[in-house]
């Protein structure tokens, strides 16, 4: 395969998240926003000791548009054309114009070191055509 590696990159320490609240970040590089969370429950693709924190990217499959977490819908909303995606389920599009789940990034997780690792991502970040560029 030509795919460059992906990068392996701290995203938080597990014991610096609070459940159900999303915190920011960027993976693979500075120009692809993303969002991990404690779901506070085992979700099957689930990273950490308790198999429930997931990370997506934040832009929207349809159009790019930043998707946000509702912590009340327990759901990510885009603002643009009304698109919502499933954080329990793969990132699954449950209703709207995208026709991709949100790009998964895929977690390791430090017993160590508290640390979720990024190491890779299940999807195409929205407007590339690789997402190792
Ligand atoms: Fe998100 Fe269109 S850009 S629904």
């Given at each position: 395969s030509t795919a460059l590696p992906y990068p392996r990159e701290?995203?938080?320490?597990?014991?610096e998240l609070v459940i159900n609240q999303p915190l920011y970040f960027n993976y693979p590089d500075n120009r692809s926003p993303c969002v991990v969370i404690r779901r506070g429950r085992e979700i099957k693709s689930g990273a950490g000791p308790d198999k429930d924190v997931v990370a997506y990217s934040?832009?929207?499959?349809?159009?790019g548009c930043p998707v946000s977490y509702d912590q009340e819908a327990e759901a990510f909303k885009c603002p643009c054309h009304y698109s919502i995606f499933d954080p329990d389920n793969?990132?699954?599009?449950?209703?709207?114009?995208?026709t991709e789940n949100l790009p998964r990034i895929i977690l390791e997780y430090d017993d160590a070191e508290d640390a979720l690792m990024a190491v890779s991502i299940d999807g195409l970040i929205y407007g590339r055509q690789a997402n190792i560029i």
């Open positions: 701290l995203v938080t320490k597990l014991s934040t832009q929207c499959t349809h159009m793969t990132g699954q599009m449950v209703i709207g114009q995208a």
